[in-house]
């Protein structure tokens, strides 16, 4: 196999970025609940990925300061989709633990773009469905780099 001139690398790189941040932003429109903030959603998609999370940990998940962070948990708190429990180990911190209203919302979400994301590739060919399929565990592989 050849290996890619830095060129080549740079413009796959550009090309990748460019696309994903489209695909990303067409996604965002596809929310089941408009008052809630991409950051808001996206913590709670960390704590169903993760589970449930000490602010800070989430804070570091979600490269945002601390602070930050206490003042999206208690939003989503008031809003009834997360809560705070001691933490096991350190009566000082808080666990924090989405709510089943949180799951179903979320559930809903991932629905409603896996339908959207469907519709969108009803188009491809079956070349286009062998090589999205190929590609999808690399995607994954950069998300959790």
Do not use: Y
């Amino acid at each position: 196999m050849s290996e890619l001139s830095p060129d080549a690398k740079a413009a796959a790189v550009d090309s990748l970025r460019s696309t994903v941040m489209r695909l990303s932003r067409r996604l965002k429109h596809q929310r089941v609940d408009e008052s809630l903030s991409p950051t808001e959603m996206s913590v709670l998609g960390t704590l169903a990925r993760c589970g449930s999370a000490t602010p800070g940990e989430l804070a570091r998940k979600e490269h945002v300061q601390p602070p930050s962070m206490t003042r999206i948990v208690a939003l989503l708190e008031a809003k009834g989709l997360v809560r705070l429990e001691p933490h096991p180990d350190d009566r000082r911190q808080k666990v924090v633990s989405q709510t089943e209203e949180a799951e179903a919302m979320l559930a809903e979400s991932r629905r409603k773009r896996n339908v959207w994301l469907a519709q969108l590739a009803e188009g491809l060919n079956e070349d286009d469905w062998t090589k999205l399929q190929a590609a999808a565990p690399v995607l994954e592989k950069l998300a959790q780099l």
